[in-house]
């Protein structure tokens, strides 16, 4: 059974740091591509970034150069680091893994002004 556990969030201020953890259980982690989302309240979900199994990563237009995405086959682990929080970055996080398509819990990120 694929299960993904999110970790990391909570309450910072503006212009503060986060780094979120997902650690996978129940899969191959190695061949799949994995993303992080988020959903603000009212809103629908996003996605943030996307890494590769190969590495490669993708980022939405609003983190570009504030968050990196990143992962650890060895831990089953990806990672996002995030920097230069703003407000509008608050939302429940979210990671998926593309191959299983599945999905964690997600963990709350608010950052305060």
């Known amino acids: 059974q694929v299960q993904l556990v999110e970790s990391g969030g909570g309450l910072v201020q503006a212009g503060g740091s986060l780094r979120l953890s997902c650690t996978a259980s129940?899969?191959?982690?190695?061949?799949?591509?994995m993303g992080w989302y988020r959903q603000a309240p009212g809103k629908q979900r996003e996605m943030v970034a996307t890494i590769s199994s190969g590495g490669s990563t993708i980022y939405a237009d609003s983190v570009k150069g504030r968050f990196t995405i990143s992962r650890d086959n060895g831990k089953n682990t990806v990672y996002l680091q995030m920097n230069s929080l703003k407000p509008e970055d608050t939302a429940v996080y979210y990671c998926k893994s593309y191959y299983y398509n599945a999905w964690g819990q997600g963990t709350q990120v608010t950052v305060s002004s």
């Open positions: 129940g899969t191959i982690f190695s061949i799949t591509n």
